[in-house]
């Protein structure tokens, strides 16, 4: 593989670029805004909130904002397919205005809970109808008198976070929240620069991240970095295909997000990082890449919160490493768009990969090179386990195969074609 590209724009922050916006006063507009299909049910569900959104032929987006407590009752229900982050975080919005909405997603996002974002958006005065394991389709009846909330969060989530502080917005006064651990801070961040006071202060107990509630946003003009998420597929397939030279432009840096290069850097993989700048209120850089020899190594569970969605991917690169990599703190893996940890536990096991699966640890036993593979993947509407083991099958000796690309287009479009374009073999059967 080699070549250089710009991966597609950060999921997550093109979510609350979105949202965000429409909660602004005047015009955003925005740049690099991912199109895939988590985004774009976002765009359409604050459409159907009351935003005005459109997007310039193969040029940027444009949101004409609400204002803050400002957005209306939706005519229909918001189907949010598969994407976890747009509906939590559309909770908390919903949740602090005087609306009754309804919300769904697909096969995999209706299987996952949302207690979790519910349980201090109620604290709040938001009422909350959903199905047994509060799961959606879901109702969320609002209150336009929020009372602001100190939280302090049962397990580290951006997700619950994010909600708890986007629900804040249309309170009186300071709402805090407290996390056990530092998660990806784009909501503070994104939330800053639309112009809301808020910070973050560290002690003994954790992270205490305080927003003054009723600001004033007004609309801005931004550009989304890449996705590191997204960068983290040719990154690891860069590392363990032999003569690969890859460079990728305008990633996002966020320190809650790298923690995918550390691994990589101490497993042996030859990264350099160059042009650090600043886009969006978050830090990017470009990342350059060569393939080298890899190596296994212990992965702290501390380093869990900067990299929950790069474990699959993670795993593939141990799996072609020397040695035993051992992954720990991994539990949140468990609810996400699948099972994640038991689906690359099945999966390196299918293509001839010795792996040992605890409740929150993964253990995987390196080839050294190639893989054996040779299996069929069952990706259960995953985006990410779907992605991981086609880059495993570009390093195995027989071919891997996945049950249904489709969920890709969610997070990465066109991810066969600019796999392609580097140089990787990928075919539909």
């Not at 397919?81 to 975080?89: E, K, P």
């Not at 202060?201 to 609309?219: F, H, I, N, S, W």
């Not at 460079?247 to 850097?265: A, F, I, S, Y």
Request: with cysteine; proline share 7%; net charge negative.
């Amino acid at each position: 593989m080699e070549g250089c590209l710009r991966v597609p724009g950060d999921k997550s922050i093109s979510h609350r670029a979105l949202m965000i916006a429409a909660l602004a006063t005047g015009q955003t507009t925005i740049h690099g805004l991912l199109e895939g299909e988590d985004v774009l049910r976002t765009a359409a569900a604050m459409e159907a909130l009351g935003a005005d959104i459109e997007r310039e032929s193969g040029g940027p987006w444009r949101v004409w904002g609400r204002g803050l407590g400002g957005l209306t009752e939706p005519g229909g229900v918001l189907d949010m397919g598969n994407s976890g982050t747009g509906a939590r975080l559309l909770l908390g919005i919903l949740a602090s205005h005087p609306l009754t909405a309804v919300l769904t997603g697909d096969d995999s996002l209706r299987g996952r809970p949302m207690a979790r974002v519910t349980a201090p958006l109620a604290d709040m005065g938001a009422r909350f109808i959903a199905r047994e394991g509060c799961r959606l389709p879901l109702t969320v009846v609002g209150t336009g008198d929020a009372a602001p909330i100190s939280y302090t969060l049962p397990v580290a989530s951006a997700q619950v976070k994010s909600a708890v502080l986007l629900a804040g917005l249309n309170a009186p006064g300071e709402t805090r929240v407290i996390e056990p651990a530092p998660t990806r801070d784009h909501t503070e961040r994104m939330l800053r620069t639309f112009g809301a006071n808020i910070h973050a202060t560290q002690d003994a107990v954790g992270r205490m991240v305080t927003l003054q509630g009723q600001p004033e946003l007004k609309g801005q003009t931004l550009r989304v970095p890449g996705d590191p998420s997204s960068a983290a597929f040719p990154l690891v397939a860069a590392a363990i295909l032999p003569g690969s030279r890859l460079k990728l432009e305008g990633v996002g840096m966020n320190p809650h997000r790298t923690g995918l290069l550390d691994c990589l850097q101490e497993m042996g993989a030859g990264i350099t990082i160059e042009n650090r700048r600043e886009e969006a209120g978050e830090p990017v850089a470009d990342i350059s890449i060569q393939a080298a020899p890899l190596h296994g190594i212990e992965v702290p569970a501390g380093r869990a919160p900067s990299m929950i969605d790069e474990y699959p991917i993670l795993a593939v690169a141990a799996a072609c490493a020397q040695g035993a990599t051992v992954m720990r703190g991994l539990a949140e893996l468990r609810v996400k768009e699948s099972d994640r940890l038991s689906a690359v536990a099945r999966g390196l096991t299918a293509c001839g990969i010795e792996v040992e699966e605890g409740p929150d640890s993964l253990t995987v036993h390196g080839q050294g090179g190639r893989v054996p593979g040779g299996a069929a993947i069952e990706a259960a509407l995953d985006h990410r386990i779907a992605m991981s083991f086609l880059i495993l099958g570009l390093a195995a000796e027989r071919p891997v195969t996945i049950d249904d690309a489709g969920p890709i287009e969610t997070s990465f479009p066109g991810f066969a074609e600019t796999m392609a374009g580097l140089g990787a073999v990928l075919t539909a059967p």
